[in-house]
């Protein structure tokens, strides 16, 4: 036994002889260069994006079955119940239920015909892992040996792990299982559970799924906090967890307190469900499993490359209306030679990234179905309408799939109107 900790520790803190990706340019252009231009309007927003891309983009290079992968973030406070609903929602105790939040790690789940356990340590290493060294990783690998020494985590010596899992049900939809969060002031505050740490792993995600104890009885402020601060486009569900500890009544009650304190923040989510892991078919796991199958069988887009041509699109556009050419070449020259790095990294685990001539940012769809309509000469039929209001616009759900919440009003708006006519 002690040999095999000794192992597990050598494997951890091991330094790769060769990365397999060099971030260290792409990292000084977004860190250095990038934030030289930050008198280009609505700079924080644009960076933020990017960084939130690039964060994406790295553990796919890292983790190669991320790739083509659409993300469902598990977040809340520590103790709200995400890693045991993760473990009885998708029938397989891979993960540990009582993680101390000093060593608990981000962990992504994804399905392979065979279990496969790989992390990224702090050095940005790929090491292969069995399944038990999971729960050493988590509670500390001292107590298990055969002399008991003081109990030694390793948690803090990884990024993140990826475990590869027959039993996950969804192949198009890799679950992240966030660290949780608390305050500074906490007993069990680090770099891992600060708030900051959390909002960029669900920034980073393609829907989020929040957890709520029913125990607590009501959303605190502090996650109301933490849920506004979130890109208003990601698909938000919350999960109002260990609900066989309330009755039926107090859970109904609950559930109408937590939209009425969403409402209030002008937070759009989808919406408030109950789930038990003691009961996994119970309460609203129907529902639950509805949206990830949905979630599931959506194509999955990727938005870095637009992000980025956004950001240099703005910046651009900006240094030439103001007459200041040098700024606007040298922005021009960063953005071939940014593409460039990207397109060095993705080419080395065959990842295909767009190219800045190939991006098309549609600034009015309207016109775009308009003119589509005139040249087919369409006549849209009224019945058109009722079928739309049925299959998109019953739920929160569609309004909140693609694009950002500007670009989906459009959307809307252009669908309603030109639905309102018979002919064009």
Same mark, same amino acid.
């Given at each position: ?30 860190? +250095? &260069? ?10 924080? /927003? ?12 790295? *553990? ?48 992504? #789940?994804?399905?392979?015909?065979? *279990?496969?356990?790989? /992390? ?11 399944? &038990? ?13 055969? *002399? ?22 969804? #192949?198009?939809?890799? =679950? ?128 870095? /490359? ?28 960063? &953005?071939?030679?940014?593409? +460039?790095?990207?397109?060095?990294? /993705? ?6 990234? +767009? ?18 309509? &005139?040249?087919?000469?369409?006549? +849209? ?11 998109? =616009? ?31």
């Amino acid at each position: 036994m002690p040999y095999d900790n000794l192992k597990l520790l050598t494997q951890i803190i091991a330094k790769p002889n060769e990365k397999k990706a060099n971030f260290d340019k792409l990292d000084e252009m977004i860190r +250095t &260069q990038i934030p030289l231009y930050n008198d280009i309007p609505d700079f924080e /927003a644009l960076y933020s994006d990017l960084m939130i891309g690039s964060d994406k983009f790295k *553990h796919c290079i890292l983790y190669e079955d991320l790739i083509g992968k659409n993300i469902v973030a598990l977040g809340g406070m520590l103790s709200s119940g995400k890693t045991s609903f993760l473990n009885t929602f998708n029938s397989d105790q891979i993960l540990a239920d009582d993680i101390d939040p000093e060593t608990s790690v981000p962990t992504y #789940i994804v399905y392979k015909d065979k *279990h496969k356990v790989s /992390a990224v340590n702090i050095f940005e290493n790929v090491i292969e892992l069995e399944t &038990q060294d999971v729960i050493k990783i988590s509670h500390g690998i001292g107590e298990m040996a055969e *002399h008991m020494v003081p109990n030694v985590t390793l948690g803090h010596m990884l990024e993140s792990v990826l475990i590869q899992s027959p039993n996950h049900n969804y #192949i198009h939809t890799a =679950f992240l299982d966030t660290t949780g969060y608390v305050k500074p002031y906490s007993s069990y505050y680090t770099a891992k559970t600060d708030e900051l740490f959390l909002r960029s792993q669900l920034n980073s995600s393609d829907f989020v799924l929040w957890f709520v104890s029913a125990e607590a009885e009501l959303i605190t402020q502090s996650d109301l906090d933490v849920i506004k601060s979130l890109r208003s486009q990601i698909p938000l569900l919350i999960i109002v967890n260990k609900a066989d500890t309330k009755s039926n009544e107090q859970l109904v009650e609950i559930c109408e307190n937590i939209k009425l304190s969403l409402d209030s923040k002008g937070i759009n989510y989808i919406d408030v469900l109950t789930f038990s892991s003691l009961k996994p078919k119970a309460y609203d796991s129907n529902k639950i499993r509805h949206y990830m199958d949905r979630w599931d069988n959506r194509i999955y887009l990727s938005d870095f /490359a637009k992000h980025l041509k956004v950001l240099f699109k703005a910046g651009c556009d900006f240094y030439s209306d103001n007459l200041d050419e040098s700024s606007a070449k040298e922005l021009k020259s960063l &953005q071939n030679e940014f593409f +460039t790095e990207i397109n060095k990294i /993705a080419d080395s685990v065959g990842l295909y990234v +767009t190219k800045p001539d190939q991006i098309d940012l549609i600034q009015n769809p309207f016109l775009v179905v308009s003119k589509y309509k &005139q040249n087919k000469k369409i006549r +849209t039929n009224p019945k058109i309408a009722d079928l739309l209001a049925q299959e998109l =616009f019953d739920t929160k759900q569609w309004s909140q799939q693609e694009g950002g919440s500007e670009y989906t009003t459009k959307i809307i708006s252009m669908i309603n109107e030109l639905t309102s006519c018979e002919e064009y």
